[in-house]
């Protein structure tokens, strides 16, 4: 049971950081071309996913306290 719940903190972590370079690399092609919308829209976009993998992965690790 923990491995599975370790394995699952992995796939998180994984997850977060793919969310976490695919924004970085928007919000630079962003600067690199600011007049073009759909740039920024994308960058909006990845960090709002990021950060709901992020809350994600922190109420699973509050799960798995309550859970000790």
Known sequence: RIC???DD???SLNSL???IEDA???ARKYE???SK???????QKLLED????AEAAVK?????????
């Open 4 to 6: 599975s719940m370790r």
């Open 9 to 11: 903190m992995v796939g």
């Open 17 to 19: 950081r793919t969310k």
């Open 24 to 26: 970085f690399l928007s």
């Open 32 to 34: 690199a071309t600011p």
């Open 37 to 43: 919308k759909e740039y920024d829209l994308l960058r």
């Open 50 to 53: 990021g950060l709901q993998e």
């Open 60 to 68: 699973k690790i509050e799960n798995m306290i309550e859970q000790k």
